[in-house]
């Protein structure tokens, strides 16, 4: 049961609303959700689907909880706009969160609204971010850390944050077969590998760290050494996760009995098969309960 009925704004009339309409239609029939309106470029309509078409002028006085935006191709300059007219990010939502496995508006609104910053080992977070359909809270997007430079860091988090990034060289990266470069804060190297430029590395860490919410932090890190699980372990962060490929009695280790069982057809590192899993390829556990409450819930049961 609902303990509140989410207000609903639909952003955009193209080809990919029609995808949500039986979705929303039957949340509105539950009452899980009421939709004000639909806005689009669309200026001549009146109405879609029953709902009222608003023009832009409106979208602030109709007092949604939430700004559902269903075109793909344009979400992001979407998000800009609705920005720029004083919605907040926390209210701009991807319409494709709707088919999240687990999704409430309860649910989601209360994790957009939490802001979780994921300080993550490598690109898993960024994973997280997109399988939320989230902003990076985070400038841990898009690069990767040495294991034990990256514990260093994690003991001391405020005051590498503060430290201006440093170019320390560049490396190659097979998977684009381009350079990339490397940065350094304070001395822990930062290997950007899906940056071409340090321009960009730079620009986005700045950026993302603006956003940084310090209240709300979760860490993560992958290892098939205990003995850096149990320092990681040791780290004072109340959501916290080291996964690794064989059972531990470490407290914050996640070790997946599917890692095991199944053929990575890939035959690829333990690693890669971590980030799969936060992307959705190779579910296990639920997103909802460790980036919301640092809990441990398996989606899944082995024979």
């Given at each position: 049961m609902y303990m509140k009925t989410y207000k609903i704004v639909i952003w955009g009339t193209g080809r990919e609303f029609s995808r949500y309409v039986s979705f929303l239609k039957r949340a509105e029939a539950l009452g899980e959700c009421e939709v004000l309106g639909v806005t689009s470029n669309d200026a001549w309509l009146?109405?879609?689907?029953?709902?009222?078409?608003?023009?832009?002028?409106?979208?602030?006085?109709?007092?949604?909880?939430?700004?559902?935006?269903?075109?793909?191709?344009a979400a992001g300059s979407v998000m800009k706009d609705a920005q720029a007219m004083g919605i907040p990010l926390e209210k701009i939502w991807h319409a494709r969160v709707l088919f999240l496995p687990g999704f409430t508006f309860e649910k989601y609104a209360e994790l957009r609204a939490s802001r979780p910053s994921i300080v993550a080992l490598n690109c898993w977070g960024g994973y997280t971010y997109h399988w939320f359909s989230m902003p990076f809270y985070s400038p841990f997007i898009n690069l990767w850390l040495e294991r034990e430079e990256f514990l260093t860091m994690l003991e001391h988090l405020h005051d590498y944050l503060a430290q201006p990034l440093v170019r320390t060289g560049t490396e190659w990266y097979s998977g684009s077969n381009k350079l990339y470069p490397v940065m350094s804060a304070g001395g822990v190297h930062l290997y950007m590998n899906h940056y071409l430029t340090e321009e960009d590395g730079r620009r986005k860490w700045d950026e993302r760290l603006q956003r940084f919410n310090w209240?709300?932090?979760?860490?993560?890190?992958?290892?098939?050494?205990?003995?850096?699980?149990?320092?990681?372990?040791?780290?004072?962060?109340?959501?916290?996760?080291?996964?690794?490929?064989?059972?531990?009695?470490?407290?914050?280790?996640?070790?997946?009995?599917?890692?095991?069982?199944?053929?990575?057809?890939?035959?690829?590192?333990?690693?890669?098969?971590?980030?799969?899993?936060?992307?959705?390829?190779?579910?296990?556990?639920?997103?909802?309960?460790?980036?919301?409450?640092?809990?441990?819930?398996?989606?899944?049961?082995?024979?």
């Open positions: 009146q109405s879609y689907d029953g709902w009222p078409f608003l023009a832009k002028d409106e979208l602030l006085q109709a007092g949604a909880d939430a700004y559902l935006i269903t075109p793909e191709a209240d709300n932090i979760v860490v993560m890190m992958w290892t098939e050494d205990e003995a850096l699980a149990r320092r990681f372990d040791a780290l004072p962060y109340q959501k916290k996760v080291c996964f690794m490929p064989t059972p531990s009695d470490i407290p914050s280790v996640l070790a997946p009995e599917t890692c095991s069982r199944i053929e990575l057809h890939e035959k690829q590192y333990f690693g890669y098969y971590v980030n799969r899993m936060a992307d959705g390829r190779y579910p296990y556990y639920d997103p909802w309960e460790l980036v919301m409450h640092g809990k441990f819930v398996k989606r899944i049961e082995l024979q």
